[in-house]
């Protein structure tokens, strides 16, 4: 049975590589093909949803 400490590693792992595929998403953003810069902000915005949700407990504390 696994431990509320990995619980909580695992959702800060979650959220620093949601945070990494943000910042690649912001930059493929840019592209210059409109095809695929929407798909990107299209990708973007779900990756960001996804970012919210992964709030590790020490940064939801102090968002409160």
Same mark, same amino acid.
Request: with cysteine; hydrophobic share 45%.
């Given at each position: 049975?696994?431990?509320?400490?990995?619980?909580?590693?695992?959702?800060?792992?979650?959220?620093?590589? *949601?945070?990494?595929? *943000?910042?690649?998403?912001?930059?493929?953003?840019?592209?210059?093909?409109? *095809?695929?810069?929407?798909?990107?902000?299209?990708?973007?915005?779900?990756?960001?949803?996804?970012?919210?949700?992964?709030?590790?407990?020490?940064?939801?504390?102090?968002?409160?």
């Amino acid at each position: 049975m696994r431990n509320v400490q990995d619980a909580a590693d695992d959702t800060a792992r979650d959220h620093r590589i *949601l945070s990494r595929m *943000l910042a690649d998403a912001d930059v493929l953003c840019e592209c210059g093909d409109a *095809l695929l810069a929407g798909q990107y902000r299209h990708l973007r915005g779900r990756i960001a949803a996804l970012l919210d949700i992964t709030i590790p407990a020490g940064e939801a504390e102090t968002a409160a």
